[in-house]
């Protein structure tokens, strides 16, 4: 009876634990299970979230990118317009201080062209009939030699021609008409040179040497007048200067014709001196050359020029006066 009893229980217990043992494994089974199923979805979605991160982020770095390309142009607009700030405040400075050294040379010429207006008509009261006599003989005397108050007794003709902006904008078709002029009351002569008040070649071909006189020549001289223009301070001191110095010579008789309309820089006493001291008096009581001139009447309907347009006709009368030549105004540039 005690031995049923015994293999009994330990039957009922052998099968609990197996029962036990068999529901653990299962439930560890599902567990895996249920994992293995739910986690692809995981890394997808996972997957799926960096992707929206990184595209929003290659938005905002393309969005920076353009904001940079935008602030480094502005940037070098900014440089080079404060470069041409600069550089147009050093012009207005040069020309601040350009304007005050013309100024101070105006207010001179202005005294002294009140000064000479004065001589000039005293000397005209004082003028009696005697000397209006003498002057009409003299004239009449020395006619045959001049044309419209020029002398025209010269082999050898030089031009020195102001060929700044403003005749070149203004008088040029006046200017070219002169000079032909000109060379038709010098039907002949031995040589002939063209140059501008800095003294510059109208033909650098013939630099320093004379121009035979031919037809063909006169045509080449009228033609390249169209399109000629050197720089020019509208001084004619070194125009003269270059032309005395180069192309005096004791056997020949030299006019200089000069064509401008204002004087606007230098001294009018020391340009007079210096053609005084390269143009002086041979033995026979002549002058190297002669000085004729012709002003052209460009800034007469220009206000604030007026000072310059004196100053050019003072020094234009004194030099033609002290080298034996005449001096034309032109009232009008047609």
Same mark, same amino acid.
């Given at each position: 009876?005690?031995?049923?009893?015994?293999?009994?229980?330990?039957?009922? &217990?052998?099968?609990?634990? #197996?029962?036990?043992?068999?529901?653990?494994?299962?439930?560890?089974? #599902? $567990?895996?299970?249920?994992?293995?199923?739910?986690?692809?979805?995981?890394?997808?979605?996972?997957?799926?979230?960096?992707?929206?991160? $990184?595209?929003? #982020?290659?938005?905002? $770095?393309?969005?920076?990118?353009?904001?940079?390309?935008?602030?480094? %142009?502005?940037?070098? %607009?900014?440089?080079?317009?404060?470069?041409?700030?600069?550089?147009?405040?050093?012009?207005?400075?040069?020309?601040?201080?350009?304007?005050?050294?013309?100024?101070?040379?105006?207010?001179?010429?202005?005294?002294?062209?009140?000064?000479?207006?004065?001589?000039?008509?005293?000397?005209?009261?004082?003028?009696?009939?005697?000397?209006?006599?003498?002057?009409?003989?003299?004239?009449?005397?020395?006619?045959?030699?001049?044309?419209?108050?020029?002398?025209?007794?010269?082999?050898?003709?030089? &031009?020195?021609?102001?060929?700044?902006?403003?005749?070149?904008? &203004?008088?040029?078709?006046?200017? %070219?008409?002169?000079?032909?002029?000109? $060379?038709?009351?010098?039907?002949?002569?031995k040589g002939i040179q063209v140059m501008n008040d800095m003294g510059d070649y109208m033909f650098s071909q013939y630099a320093g040497r004379w121009i035979k006189d031919t037809p063909g020549r006169r045509r080449a001289i009228l033609k390249r007048l169209v399109s000629w223009e050197p720089f020019s301070n509208s001084s004619p001191e070194e125009g003269i200067s270059q032309a005395i110095r180069r192309f005096y010579s004791s056997d020949k008789a030299i006019s200089l014709y000069i064509f401008g309309d204002d004087f606007a820089r230098g001294s009018i006493q020391a340009v007079v001196e210096t053609v005084a001291r390269l143009n002086k008096t041979n033995r026979a009581s002549k002058k190297r050359v002669r000085i004729n001139a012709v002003g052209f009447p460009v800034l007469f309907n220009h206000p604030g020029t007026e000072v310059n347009i004196a100053r050019f006709a003072a020094l234009m009368r004194k030099l033609a006066e002290n080298n034996e030549g005449s001096f034309v105004g032109l009232t009008s540039l047609r």
């Amino acid at each position: 009876m005690k031995k049923r009893s015994q293999r009994k229980s330990i039957e009922v &217990f052998s099968l609990s634990f #197996l029962d036990v043992v068999s529901c653990g494994f299962g439930a560890i089974i #599902l $567990l895996l299970v249920i994992s293995k199923i739910s986690q692809p979805l995981v890394i997808e979605e996972t997957t799926t979230d960096l992707r929206k991160v $990184l595209a929003a #982020l290659e938005q905002q $770095l393309e969005i920076i990118q353009g904001e940079i390309k935008t602030t480094d %142009r502005a940037l070098t %607009r900014s440089t080079k317009e404060n470069s041409t700030l600069k550089s147009q405040k050093k012009n207005q400075a040069s020309a601040l201080s350009q304007l005050k050294n013309e100024f101070k040379d105006a207010n001179n010429s202005l005294n002294a062209q009140s000064i000479i207006k004065e001589k000039l008509a005293q000397a005209k009261q004082s003028l009696t009939d005697e000397m209006r006599r003498l002057q009409q003989t003299t004239a009449v005397v020395n006619k045959e030699n001049t044309v419209g108050g020029i002398s025209v007794n010269s082999e050898y003709i030089i &031009f020195i021609i102001d060929t700044s902006g403003s005749m070149r904008n &203004f008088a040029w078709p006046l200017v %070219r008409k002169k000079m032909q002029e000109i $060379l038709k009351i010098y039907p002949n002569v031995k040589g002939i040179q063209v140059m501008n008040d800095m003294g510059d070649y109208m033909f650098s071909q013939y630099a320093g040497r004379w121009i035979k006189d031919t037809p063909g020549r006169r045509r080449a001289i009228l033609k390249r007048l169209v399109s000629w223009e050197p720089f020019s301070n509208s001084s004619p001191e070194e125009g003269i200067s270059q032309a005395i110095r180069r192309f005096y010579s004791s056997d020949k008789a030299i006019s200089l014709y000069i064509f401008g309309d204002d004087f606007a820089r230098g001294s009018i006493q020391a340009v007079v001196e210096t053609v005084a001291r390269l143009n002086k008096t041979n033995r026979a009581s002549k002058k190297r050359v002669r000085i004729n001139a012709v002003g052209f009447p460009v800034l007469f309907n220009h206000p604030g020029t007026e000072v310059n347009i004196a100053r050019f006709a003072a020094l234009m009368r004194k030099l033609a006066e002290n080298n034996e030549g005449s001096f034309v105004g032109l009232t009008s540039l047609r």
